[in-house]
């Protein structure tokens, strides 16, 4: 009986599904596809709760470059608010002396991703900020390092007590902060998008409504880019080629070849293959060789140049990749693993143009935001990693200073 009431139920779900007017199975692909949906709330971890306090320090941790390794480079200098909070170079400038491998991404609506990187290696902001503040190629900060000079930044032993009530700024905290920041003010609201999925149906222009229907019937995007994010945060080879700068510079060649090593590639790959073997490096399985998530949609007005190492410069020149039918590279040629759901598509220059508009007006308002200026250091003997004959010191050098004194410096 209870088995009997489930089918008719699912029935049900599925028929009132399939009136729906979104293409529910696309072609090419059996999966059911979301359709596209307002972004909702904000996703908020049980262990990180968003505060307005947490999240004003996490704007400052973001933007302070002593969260990195030569105190030089902080989050906003790869994702910057005036480049689309990411990084407007094709490949991302790297760590002081080397260069990224990748194109940067932008960090508004991270909040609402559960795979983050181009491969989808990290699976929660706060360890997505930690390994972006200690990573080579990116902050390569070393941690005792980065903790001790946020304890050496009065403003920060302050407001870490008050946010996490820890008597000292304990970095890990630091990394809870920054994506907290992340989560409370670069997550969009209300955008054109949103206004149309729910209903108003003059918040897109004519020319956009037009882009959306090619983005879900003829132009098949909405297979892979459906859903709330515009991404079903799974993994494809679309031949997307290598980008000439592997072959032509060679600090570019140089950080693949260390990320290759670095993430345990056999031998035999690590001296034969030249492009980017993507989801690979996380699972060594030779079928996702080449494979990217897809990438989410609501933000491009501000992100160019577009694809994992910024191989395609305009949306134009993305909608004409996909109107051939994707590309070819290394992986799709010896691996044979190109999706199969990619296809010439047909689109005359009118169909190009209004899917170019859908893209650019979904993108809503730029989120800006000023600089804000990050609190000095003012060096304070920290007393409970001192011997007790150095705090005595210390104590007395700041007492003889006090009554103004000089100390005998005697330890
Ligand atoms: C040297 C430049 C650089 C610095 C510094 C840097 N990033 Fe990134 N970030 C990148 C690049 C490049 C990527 C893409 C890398 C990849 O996927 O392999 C990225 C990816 C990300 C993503 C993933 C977004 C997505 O769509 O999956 C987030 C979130 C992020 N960075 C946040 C941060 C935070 C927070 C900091 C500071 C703690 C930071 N980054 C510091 C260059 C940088
Ligand atoms: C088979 C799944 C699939 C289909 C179908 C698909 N995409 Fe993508 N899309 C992806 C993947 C995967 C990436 C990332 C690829 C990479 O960097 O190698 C991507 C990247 C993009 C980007 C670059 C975003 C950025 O931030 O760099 C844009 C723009 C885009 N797609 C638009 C579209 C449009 C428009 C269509 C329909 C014409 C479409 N896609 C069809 C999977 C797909």
């Known amino acids: 009986m209870i088995k009997k009431t489930l089918l008719i139920c699912q029935f049900l779900i599925l028929t009132v599904m399939s009136l729906g007017s979104a293409p529910i ?31 004003e320090l996490g704007k400052l941790l973001y933007f302070d470059p002593k969260l990195s390794g030569d105190a030089s480079l902080g989050c906003a200098d790869c994702h910057d608010p005036k ?6 170079d094709p490949i991302c400038r790297g760590y002081p002396g080397a260069v990224h491998w990748r194109n940067c991404h932008t960090v508004v609506n991270t909040a609402y991703l559960s795979k983050l990187f181009w491969t989808g290696s990290s699976k929660s902001m706060e360890k997505q900020a930690k390994s972006a503040g200690t990573g080579g190629i ?17 403003y920060y032993v302050k407001k870490f007590k008050n946010v996490f009530g820890t008597e000292r700024p304990i970095l890990n905290d630091a990394w809870y902060a920054i994506a907290t920041f992340e989560r409370a003010m670069l997550s969009q609201k209300d955008t054109p998008l949103d206004r149309y999925i729910s209903g108003d149906k003059t918040a897109l222009s004519e020319d956009a409504i037009k882009g959306l229907e090619l983005f879900e019937g003829k132009a098949n995007c909405i297979e892979c880019h459906n859903g709330p994010m515009l991404s079903d945060e799974k993994f494809y080879n679309l031949g997307v080629p290598r980008p000439f700068e592997w072959e032509e510079m060679g600090m570019n060649t140089i950080t693949f070849r260390f990320e290759l090593y670095a993430k345990g590639v056999h031998e035999d790959y690590y001296r034969d293959f030249k492009d980017d073997l993507g989801l690979y490096f996380d699972t060594k399985r030779p079928k996702d060789m080449g494979k990217f998530r897809t990438a989410p949609l609501r933000y491009l007005k501000y992100t ?18 996909y109107n051939e039918g994707g590309g070819s590279n290394e992986m799709t040629e010896r691996k044979g ?28 308002d730029e989120i800006k935001m000023a600089i804000p200026k990050v609190p000095q250091y003012a060096p304070v003997p920290d007393a409970a990693t001192l011997t007790q004959s150095e705090a005595k010191q210390a104590g007395l050098d700041m007492y003889l200073k006090s009554k103004g004194g000089e100390s005998n410096g005697a330890r």
Do not use: C
Not at 36 to 49: F, Q, S, T
């Open 25 to 55: 199975f696309a072609t090419g692909d059996p999966d059911f596809d979301p359709p596209l949906a307002p972004l909702g709330p904000i996703p908020e971890p049980p262990d990180n709760r968003i505060t307005a306090e947490k999240a």
């Open 83 to 88: 480049q689309g909070w990411g990084f407007n």
């Open 138 to 154: 990116s902050g390569n900060g070393e941690r005792d390092v980065m903790e001790q000079r946020l304890r050496q930044t009065p």
């Open 304 to 321: 160019a140049p577009y694809m994992h190492a910024g191989q395609l410069y305009t949306l134009e020149e993305v909608i004409d990749f």
């Open 337 to 364: 693993n190109k999706t199969k759901i990619l296809k010439p598509l047909g689109l005359n220059d009118d169909e190009k143009a209004a899917l170019v508009a859908f893209l650019e007006e979904i993108s809503g």
